[in-house]
Every structure is written in C-alpha cells, then in structure tokens.
Antibody, heavy 122, light 107 residues
Framework: EVQLLESGGGLVQTGGSLRLSCAAS????????MGWVRQAPGKGLEWVSS????????FYADSMEGRLTISRDNAENKLYLQMNSLRVDDTAVYFC???????????????WGQGILVTVSS | DIRMTQSPSSLSASVGDRVTITCRAS??????LNWYQQKPGKAPRLLVY???ALQSGVPSRFSASGSGTDFTLTISDLQPDDFATYYC?????????FGHGTKVESK
C-alpha cells in the first residue's frame, strides 16, 4: 500500500523558512518522480514543484521559484521541500504526491499524502 | 503559463444524472490532461490521466475525452459518492497548471 506522510509544517512569520518532509512507502521510490501541490484555504490546487526519480531534474512554479528547493533521499525514501522568504500568501495545505512517471516533467499524481498546513503570519 | 479554464464552476445534479465538465487550455496540450476529484478536507484523487485513461480503481461511470485544447469529463450515472470538486490539470509544459475546479453539488 502506497503511503505518503508529510511533516514539518506549522506557523512561521513572514520572511521565515520551513522544511517540509514526506516519508514514502509501499512503492519503489527511486523509480517515481515526486511533487508538491498546495491549496490555500478555500481555494483550488496549485502545483508547486516536482523532482525526477533520480533527483537530477527539478521543476518549480514561477510564483515560488528562487525561494524553493526540492530534494529527495532515495536511500531513505524521503522527499523534501525547503521554503525560504515565506509570504502570507504562501499559507496553504501542502500535499506531497507521487508521480506515475519518473522524469517529473509531466506531473501526473496518482497518490497523495493527507497534506500539511503551513501558516505564514505577519 | 498555460491557462486552464473549467466550466461550469459549479453545478447541481441529482443521483442518476449524467454530468459533463469541460476544461479548455489556452494553447494545445495534446493529451497531457489529468482529472482529479477532491472532497472537503481530503487529498485529491486521480481519476483520469492522459486525457482519457481511467486510473485503476475508478468506476466505469467516469469517462473523459479530448485533445488539443478542449477536454471533457463525464459522469454517466451520478452516485452519492461523486458529489465533490473536480479539477483538470495540464502536464504538457512547466509550470503545470490546474483549472479552478468544478463543484458538483446535490440538487
């Protein structure tokens, strides 16, 4: 059974940093790209970032590029999202998601974590 | 960025109804189009990938079609479990973008 469990969310002040983690199990982690999708309160889904199965290729949303680093540890089956210079409008539930494919360039998310709340306050 | 426009933004329907949701891309995305279902407080669920391929475990009352810029998701016999919000997503080019969602409510 595929399981994705996010951690590391919480309350942070404007300009602060957070590192989200996602522990994966139930599939061959290194063969699948992974990604992050966020959802602001009462709003729709927004793709944030993806990383290829090998970790060699990374992709970022324009709205957060320069403030994000996505990474993965294939030995530990973990995905990370380092977020810096956080703004109030980054407040959202952040979902970790498994991609059906390896490259990460055509994100298609077939399994999702339950999501973790990031609140940025001024 | 490719803009994804879903219509309607919401609809009211009854159990047994046939429901169709459309999604239009601002430029061609070939068939790099996915559909998700989301219920309140829950993670999204992949229903359809590559415009028309049903994800494993998704009931056959769901179907989807389209290519280029115009796509549809159809629920042929609406069930109580289908009341939810549906999103399309283009995965043709980065950044991947979602439609704003279509909320299917009970009439």
């Amino acid at each position: 059974e595929v399981q994705l469990l996010e951690s590391g969310g919480g309350l942070v002040q404007t300009g602060g940093s957070l590192r989200l983690s996602c522990a994966a199990s139930g599939f061959t982690f290194s063969r699948c790209a992974m990604g992050w999708v966020r959802q602001a309160p009462g709003k729709g889904l927004e793709w944030v970032s993806s990383i290829s199965g090998s970790g060699a290729a990374t992709f970022y949303a324009d709205s957060m590029e320069g403030r994000l680093t996505i990474s993965r540890d294939n030995a530990e089956n973990k995905l990370y999202l380092q977020m810096n210079s956080l703004r109030v409008d980054d407040t959202a539930v952040y979902f970790c998601a498994k991609d059906r494919y390896s490259p990460g360039s055509h994100p298609t998310f077939d399994y999702w974590g339950q999501g973790i709340l990031v609140t940025v306050s001024s | 960025d490719i803009r994804m426009t879903q219509s309607p933004s919401s609809l009211s329907a009854s159990v047994g109804d046939r429901v169709t949701i459309t999604c239009r891309a601002s430029q061609t995305i070939i068939t790099y189009l996915n559909w998700y279902q989301q219920k309140p407080g829950k993670a999204p669920r992949l229903l359809v990938y590559s415009a028309s391929a049903l994800q494993s475990g998704v009931p056959s009352r769901f179907s989807a079609s389209g290519s280029g810029t115009d796509f549809t998701l159809t629920i042929s016999d609406l069930q109580p479990d289908d009341f939810a919000t549906y999103y399309c997503q283009q995965s043709y080019s980065s950044p991947s973008t979602f439609g704003h969602g279509t909320k299917v409510e009970s009439k």
